[in-house]
């Protein structure tokens, strides 16, 4: 069982910058990826970006790749979502999630462990 802790969600005016940290544990393998995800009011779930433990590649949503940024320390097993230029439709829940294996992917099939989430507010 993968557990999560999820932080750095919070309140922010249109323009400004958050950065979401997930620290992951319970799991031994070193071929996982580590997913975040993030649902509006709504709407449905969507894939936002995506690391690879095995060898640092990324995928990140063309919807939002101008502005976020993911990151990792793997020594940690932590990864880093940096959100710059928020828009008040950036809001919603953000989740951190685990994937076994090789490949990054931003479909919710390729989850296999959900974190709780961290709320992300965009208003002025």
């Known amino acids: 069982q993968v557990q999560f802790v999820e932080s750095g969600g919070g309140l922010v005016q249109p323009g400004g910058s958050l950065r979401l940290s997930c620290a992951a544990s319970?799991?031994?393998?070193?071929?996982?990826?580590i997913m975040w995800f993030r649902q509006a009011p709504g709407k449905e779930r969507e894939g936002v970006s995506c690391?690879?433990?095995?060898?640092?590649?990324?995928s990140v949503a063309d919807s939002v790749k101008d502005r976020f940024a993911i990151s990792r320390d793997n020594a940690k097993s932590t990864v880093f979502l940096q959100l710059n230029d928020l828009k008040v439709e950036d809001t919603g829940r953000y989740y951190c999630?685990?994937?076994?294996?090789?490949?990054?992917?931003?479909?919710?099939?390729?989850?296999?462990?959900w974190g709780q989430g961290t709320e992300v507010t965009v208003s002025s």
């Open positions: 999630a685990w994937g076994a294996g090789f490949g990054c992917s931003l479909v919710p099939q390729r989850v296999d462990y």
């Open positions: 690391i690879s433990a095995e060898d640092g590649s990324t």
């Open positions: 319970g799991f031994t393998s070193s071929y996982y990826v």
